[in-house]
């Protein structure tokens, strides 16, 4: 076992879970019908992910995915805070979800193209599932950069996460994050301290009683 590898793949299911609750927020709620769809189908999408993140992880641990999905405390949660923050209002969201869906699939290439087989397979698989996120992210970000007003609220819903979403990725792979993000929306972002892995904001430890809610209440505990 290598505790570089147990991180790794815990702070990428953790992403991937915590992503997949709030993106499930919208189900019912969303300003159409078709997102109610898609977000809850996103949303499936991301908890499949990381739980085969935590499989991984778990067999090297000894444990299983459902105790590393439900049974740390919050503090033990590797997510970056970008995937912590509640359900936000329609344009953050969609800003969210093109800047995390952007920045895991540079994630993604860089592990597709890992020594680690596993790795470098669960990567592969994941990328494949995650091309219709990434178009629906794509989808949305046109159809606000198509009008003023949502043009003005797509750049101040980045501006405010921009420093979340260089969280996300590793020193190394953020120009290109930056590179990806000034080019699609046609501007410069600012040159801020990103908001890393570590932090902990105040949503979490909520979302956290939420999440392990059923499992807590269970005797003998409850099964993914």
């Given amino acids: ?7 790794l793949l815990l702070s990428i299911a953790d ?10 927020e919208w189900t019912g709620i969303a300003p159409f019908l078709e997102e109610d769809v898609a977000f809850s189908s996103i949303a499936q999408n991301e908890i499949g992910h990381a739980r085969a993140l935590y499989e991984l ?4 641990l000894g444990t299983t995915a459902d105790e590393l999905a439900f049974d740390r405390k919050p503090e033990e949660y590797r997510c970056a805070p970008l995937v912590q923050l509640r359900r936000l209002e329609w344009a953050r969201t969609i800003a969210r979800h093109w800047l995390y869906e952007t920045a895991d699939e540079i994630r993604l290439a860089a ?13 592969a698989k994941i990328d494949r599932e995650e091309a219709y996120h ?15 007003e949502g043009r003005a609220r797509l750049n101040e819903a980045m501006d405010e996460l921009w420093p979340y979403a260089l969280g996300v990725l590793d020193d190394e792979l953020r120009p290109e994050l930056r590179r990806r993000a000034q080019e699609r929306l046609g ?17 979490l430890a909520e979302l956290w009683q939420e999440m392990t809610a059923v499992r807590r209440s269970a005797p003998a505990g409850s099964q993914w």
Avoid at 15 to 24: A, K, M
């Fill in 1 to 7: 076992m290598t505790r570089d590898r147990i991180e």
């Fill in 15 to 24: 992403d991937e879970l915590f992503l997949g609750w709030r993106n499930s």
């Fill in 57 to 60: 992880a778990a067999a090297e």
């Fill in 111 to 123: 592990l597709k193209a890992s020594d680690d087989p596993e790795i470098a397979g669960v990567a």
């Fill in 134 to 148: 990434r178009m629906h992210a794509e989808m949305w970000i046109d159809r606000l950069l198509a009008s003023e």
């Fill in 187 to 203: 501007r410069t972002l600012a040159d801020v301290e990103p908001i890393p892995r570590g932090v902990h904001e105040a949503e």
